[in-house]
């Protein structure tokens, strides 16, 4: 990374934020995808903030930032591409195969807002 690149990134505000047992950073404007959500299209939702970031500024939270809010807007329910299991003991004759499709919410970072 270059130092022009770094001075881009120190300057730019950020969150990490908690949903699904996962934590994910986030920037205003990001579109990205989260374990499904039961949330129609289109509504807003606010999600857990764990760390704020604006330049210099980082505020920590223990676990959550108290007085900050990351907002985001539900673009779509999707599935993400199928995984095949294949199941399998040699010399036995037992083969299983299956396959999964993850359920997933594609959101987007309206708003990132600290105190």
């Known amino acids: 990374m270059t130092t022009r690149?770094?001075?881009?990134?120190?300057?730019k505000k950020?969150?990490?934020?908690k949903t699904?047992?996962?934590?994910y950073?986030?920037?205003?404007?990001?579109?990205?995808?989260i374990e499904?959500?039961?949330i129609e299209d289109g509504k807003d939702i606010n999600l857990e903030v764990l760390l704020v970031a604006d330049g210099?500024?980082?505020?920590?939270?223990?676990?959550?930032v108290k007085d900050s809010k990351v907002k985001a807007k539900v673009?779509?329910?999707e599935k993400a591409d199928k995984i095949t299991v294949f199941k399998y003991k040699k010399r036995k004759n037992y083969r299983k195969k299956t396959g999964h499709r993850q359920k997933l919410?594609?959101?987007?970072?309206?708003?990132?807002?600290a105190k």
């Open 5 to 11: 690149n770094m001075a881009q990134e120190k300057n």
């Open 14 to 17: 950020f969150a990490i934020i």
């Open 20 to 23: 699904g047992a996962k934590q």
């Open 25 to 33: 950073k986030v920037s205003e404007g990001d579109v990205f995808n």
């Open 36 to 38: 499904k959500v039961e």
């Open 56 to 64: 210099d500024k980082v505020e920590v939270g223990q676990p959550n």
């Open 75 to 77: 673009v779509s329910q």
């Open 105 to 113: 919410t594609k959101i987007q970072i309206e708003k990132i807002s």
